[in-house]
């Protein structure tokens, strides 16, 4: 029998999109359309730990935070708050970070959700295992998930 340790690509990928649509309506969707995403901007992180142990990340730009703030708390954009941002992106990766985590086996809990401009670096103990670089409105979307590694074999 083969334990997975990691979700797949395709799977996150799928997680992601379904999460955009619901929270951010499917008019504007999530594209696979990699585009660089520059320093700064905001991030939110998630951990999981129980069955399964992970950090689910989810990277915005300043732009890109804003219009995911507005559009899931239906305000304007001059109206969006740091707190405001900090909220609807918690939100946001707590929804991503929940789904990932039902893919995988064994029960497990999710971490209250951390966010804030910046860089959110995943413990050193942590190896990237799945990387989606996608575009939403014009601006690049990052979501890692990092594991720690395989036990080594005898």
């Given at each position: 029998m083969t334990v997975t340790m990691e979700p797949s690509l395709g799977d996150?990928?799928?997680?992601v999109e379904e999460v955009w649509s619901s929270f951010l309506g499917a008019e504007d969707p999530i594209l696979p359309l990699p585009t660089p995403l520059p320093p700064g901007g905001w991030s939110a992180a998630i951990t999981v730990s129980?069955?399964?142990?992970?950090?689910?990340?989810?990277q915005l730009t300043d732009p890109g935070a804003v219009h995911v703030t507005s559009t899931m708390l239906m305000c304007s954009e001059e109206d969006?708050?740091?707190e405001d941002l900090r909220d609807a992106l918690g939100e946001l990766v707590n929804m991503v970070g929940g789904n990932i985590k039902s893919l995988m086996a064994g029960a497990a809990v999710l971490s209250l959700p951390l966010v804030g401009h910046g860089d959110i670096s995943p413990g050193s103990h942590l190896l990237e295992v799945c990387r989606l670089?996608?575009?939403w409105r014009g601006e690049p979307v990052v979501v890692t998930v990092?594991?720690?590694?395989?036990?080594?074999v005898a």
């Open positions: 996150v990928h799928a997680v129980g069955g399964w142990d992970a950090q689910v990340t989810v969006c708050t740091d670089d996608l575009t990092h594991t720690p590694p395989p036990p080594a």
